[in-house]
């Protein structure tokens, strides 16, 4: 298999305002499973910037690590990138946003790299309100080690393993909502009419955006039980090695109306019931979208779209009162005093 991504494209392609076609904003070929529902994502991502005349070069890109964590790489080879530890994307986001107010910061998480190791983190981003967009690409599992349940996984669902989960899932939008965030969105990655407005929306939002996107998972399909599973077939059979083999899956994709309910069939047969809120709906009441979203819940479906929005807020950087100018553009003049004035500091501190 190749890694190369063709260099052809077609010549008529229409071109944004400031002169570049869609392929401009796209990255390296992905690695990750076909049909995942983070290349989706990715995609969405590249098209909204595409679509809001973003320079790839004023946009830094920011992760932890996972599968979703992979994504940067796949999209805007053109602007900034940092991969962080695992759990660690918001203390690097906040460091490089106090250093630089002038980039656009994207941070991707999965369910794991957030709602798991990374909560404290998180928890702390969303209380600061940091100027930047927040995406997690949701699966409920944790792909890179095998499938098994992230905190996100519904009580009651079954693994790959075929073990139930016994405990009760972490609902990010809701806790994003609950902490402070000033936008909250959730949606599907298969979407991208809802999608794409929605990543657009976070792009403009000044203060911290979260977008909670559900994202399934191709690989973990496979269930204990069934003749056509991996495990099954190994146990009725005399092979010289085993291997693991992961299916071609197509990715799933979907369209419903604003007010109506989708039941979605994911890879492994499972339902999920997405519920896209309506036009109607007021993001500027933040008690009824806690209300909502736990409805829906109840009924055991996943209200999507635009959940949640303040626009009467301060970001970071208004509430610390910080330089107008970046610190990266000071002069050693500005960011050394000198011993008088750090004394005059010092004292009135005392």
């Keep these: 298999m190749s890694y190369l ?8 392609l229409p071109k944004n305002d400031l002169g570049y076609t869609v392929d401009y904003y796209e990255g390296s070929l992905s690695t990750l499973c076909a049909g995942c529902g983070h290349d989706s994502i990715s995609a969405a991502v590249a ?3 595409f679509e809001l005349n973003i ?3 004023k946009v830094a890109k920011l992760s932890g690590i996972g599968c979703s964590s992979k994504t940067p790489a796949y999209f805007l080879n053109n602007s900034h990138g940092f991969n962080s530890v695992h759990g660690r994307m918001p203390s690097v986001a906040t460091g490089a946003n106090l ?4 980039l656009i910061y994207l941070g991707v998480s999965g369910d794991g790299d957030t709602a798991s190791i990374g909560m404290g983190q998180f928890v702390h981003v969303v209380r600061r309100n940091l100027n930047m967009v927040y995406i997690v690409m949701n699966n409920g599992c944790y792909g890179l080690t095998k499938g098994q349940d992230s905190a996100t996984a519904d009580a009651g669902s079954k693994n790959k393993s075929g073990h139930v989960n016994l405990f009760e899932s972490i609902d990010l939008a809701s806790l994003a909502i609950e902490l402070g965030a000033t936008f909250v969105g959730q949606s599907f990655s298969g979407d991208k009419d809802q999608l794409i407005p929605l990543i657009k929306a976070a792009m403009s939002h000044q203060g911290f955006a ?3 996107v559900i994202s399934p998972c191709v690989t973990f399909n496979n269930n204990p039980g069934s003749t056509k599973s991996y495990d099954y077939v190994r146990e009725h059979m005399e092979a010289t090695s ?4 992961v299916p071609l899956a197509k990715t799933i994709n979907t369209s419903y109306d604003e007010g109506t309910t989708m039941d979605l069939t994911m890879h492994d047969g499972t339902v999920i019931h997405l519920n896209k809120v309506s036009k109607e709906w007021n993001p500027l009441d933040r008690f009824s979208a806690i209300n909502a ?3 829906a819940k109840s009924k055991s479906e996943i209200l999507t779209g635009l959940l949640y929005m303040n626009g009467d807020h301060k970001d970071l950087h208004a509430l610390l009162d910080t330089s107008d100018t970046p610190l990266n553009k000071l002069t050693e003049k500005d960011l050394c005093p000198g011993s008088a004035i750090l ?3 010092n004292e009135s501190l005392r």
């Design 5 to 12: 991504r063709s260099k052809f494209r077609h010549p008529h």
């Design 47 to 49: 098209q909204a910037c």
């Design 55 to 57: 320079e790839p070069h």
């Design 99 to 102: 250093a630089n107010k002038d």
């Design 210 to 212: 979260f977008l909670n």
């Design 242 to 245: 085993t291997f693991d083999f």
């Design 293 to 295: 979203m736990q409805a």
């Design 343 to 345: 004394e005059s500091i």
